[in-house]
């Protein structure tokens, strides 16, 4: 069955770094887009990145770009999200989803639509 | 950048009674390929989101017949035929036509 574990989160003071990665099983993981979304304390859900599964397409929210990077590496079946600049409105619990199929043989190109969650990592940027 | 608004934001329901929440996106939400990039995923207190409806109106699996999510381009309902006890949670729309994907606020529904 498909498994996406989130990990890596934890206590930073702000403009520090962290890097969450997300483990994931039971699919070809190289075979999907995947995405970061979080959710802060008592909030909404919120889109962060996503990233294709060749690397090569690769978006941000406005919020994180410049200070998050979104990597992936389809030998260790992981998802990474490199956090640096971290401020206190970053605090959230960040969630991996596995995205749209794209394999070397075909796509689905139409709208993308997240059946598969991690249970998520907690980050808090605070001093 | 798409903005989805969703009402109510509360939703006190009697078990056993109708109940709808309604999603607005501020452009058309239709894809080239004739679908609509509009998904509701439901919250529970303490889990991750779970996919309800995709594209629109097909129910994810194992999402009961008395769920279901009509509309097209710019409004959009998820409607329950009698609301349950598991019911209970926090519902979201999602567009996912263009980056940044958006959401809405959420509407918590709660059994009264």
């Known amino acids: 069955q498909v498994q996406l574990v989130e990990s890596g989160g934890g206590l930073v003071e702000p403009g520090g770094s962290l890097r969450l990665s997300c483990a994931a099983s039971g699919f070809s993981f190289s075979d999907y887009y995947m995405n970061w979304f979080r959710q802060a304390p008592g909030k909404g859900l919120e889109w962060v990145s996503y990233i294709g599964n060749r690397v090569i397409n690769i978006h941000y929210a406005d919020s994180v770009k410049g200070r998050f990077t979104i990597s992936r590496d389809n030998v260790e079946n992981s998802l990474y999200l490199q956090m640096n600049s971290l401020r206190p409105e970053d605090t959230a619990v960040y969630y991996c989803?596995?995205?749209?199929?794209?394999?070397?043989?075909?796509?689905?190109?139409?709208?993308?639509?997240?059946?598969?969650w991690g249970l998520g990592s907690l980050v808090t940027v605070s001093s | 950048d798409i903005v989805m608004t969703q009402s109510p934001l509360s939703l006190p329901v009697t078990p056993g009674e109708p109940a709808s929440i309604s999603c607005r996106s501020s452009q058309s939400l239709l894809h080239s390929n004739g679908d609509n990039s509009l998904h509701w995923y439901l919250q529970k207190p303490g889990q991750s989101p779970q996919l309800l409806i995709y594209?629109?109106?097909n129910r994810a699996s194992g999402v009961p017949d008395r769920v279901s999510g009509s509309g097209s381009g710019t409004d959009f309902t998820l409607k329950f035929s009698r609301v349950e006890a598991e019911d209970v949670g926090v519902y979201y729309c999602m567009q996912t036509l263009q980056t940044p994907y958006s959401f809405g606020q959420g509407t918590k529904l709660e059994i009264k």
């Open positions: 594209l629109g109106y």
């Open positions: 989803a596995r995205g749209r199929y794209c394999s070397d043989i075909s796509c689905y190109t139409g709208a993308e639509y997240f059946q598969y």
